[in-house]
């Protein structure tokens, strides 16, 4: 098998366009591999619950195995989405111009060899969540049905991003039920929190391809807010670090969280400020960047852990 151009939206320079194998290469592109950002966007109410989480009951750190299983469950079942997505999607990403080339519409992998490929990803993500409590057990299993629907909920309604939200947000149930063995409020805030955090930047993703979308009948909040996108996003990045707060008030942190939480807010304002919706790179930047806006929250949570239990002792 040859190697294929990159997709229009690939990491310029990644490792796995680099270094894949030609023949796993149209599998590593299925699974977003060599874009990365999808998976360090489903990682992050993981880890910010499991922070909070850990900080509420007094650990000074959160646990590094845990860590290491969300880093793993996160790349794996955001892979196994992917694919499950453009098995049902091909016909339509055959005629968007960002997603025609992707291995499935372009020939490179049958359906068969994609179903199987998904078989793999999500025995990988079983075996990541078997590690964890009984509760946290059900708690990932419950997810199925939110991902199973979402690949259509672009052709009902104008709200994808909402469901994608309820999937990609789930991670917040799972961080705090992994140190807790029970759901808590600070989890619910988390998850609500997150869900428009993903109405906010997948928003400024779909974007990029309005116009073909409108050609193919396929619906977002980009057509659905057109050129009110700018204070529709402020007010869900407001919403979304309010409710953030929200849950830091209920968990008992101390002030280093709430510096973490402005540094995020100071990211969302400066995307909206500097956001362009003629301009696809621009959007594509401004999605990419979510992932550093995380690492304010996540940083501000774990310093507050370290200095309020003792993790510098």
Not at 142 to 149: E, K, N, P, R
Not at 221 to 231: E, I, M, N, S
Not at 279 to 294: I, K, Q, T, Y
């Amino acid at each position: 098998m040859t190697r294929s151009a990159s997709l229009p939206d690939t990491v310029r320079g990644h490792w796995v366009e680099r270094w894949s194998p030609a023949w796993f290469l149209p599998y590593a592109r299925m699974a977003r591999l060599e874009r990365p950002v999808g998976w360090q966007l489903l990682l992050w109410p993981c880890w910010w619950s499991l922070a909070l989480a850990s900080n509420a009951a007094g650990e000074p750190w959160p646990n590094p195995w845990h860590w290491l299983l969300f880093l793993i469950g996160a790349v794996s079942m955001r892979g196994a989405g992917c694919v499950f997505n453009d098995i049902v999607d091909k016909d339509l990403d055959a005629q968007v111009y960002r997603t025609r080339n992707r291995p499935i519409p372009s020939g490179q992998v049958s359906r068969k060899q994609a179903a199987v490929f998904l078989v793999i990803l999500a025995l990988i993500g079983l075996a990541v969540l078997l590690q964890f409590n009984r509760f946290t057990v059900l708690m990932g299993f419950a997810s199925l049905g939110v991902v199973a629907i979402y690949p259509f909920m672009k052709r009902i309604t104008y709200w994808p991003q909402f469901v994608l939200g309820l999937a990609f947000s789930w991670g917040a149930f799972l961080g705090w039920t992994s140190v807790f063995g029970s759901l808590g409020w600070p989890a619910v805030l988390i998850y609500t929190a997150s869900i428009a955090w993903t109405i906010f930047y997948d928003t400024i993703y779909a974007h990029q391809d309005k116009e073909d979308d409108v050609l193919v009948g396929i619906k977002s909040t980009a057509l659905l807010f057109g050129p009110r996108t700018k204070p529709i996003l402020s007010a869900f990045g407001t919403l979304t670090v309010a409710v953030l707060a929200l849950a830091c008030w209920l968990a008992g942190v101390g002030p280093l969280a709430y510096v973490g939480l402005a540094g995020f807010a100071a990211h969302l304002a400066w995307q909206v400020k500097v956001l362009d919706i003629a301009e696809p790179m621009v959007c594509l930047r401004l999605f990419r960047s979510n992932w550093h806006a995380g690492w304010f929250f996540f940083a501000g949570l774990v310093a507050d852990a370290l200095v309020r239990n003792g993790g510098f002792v």
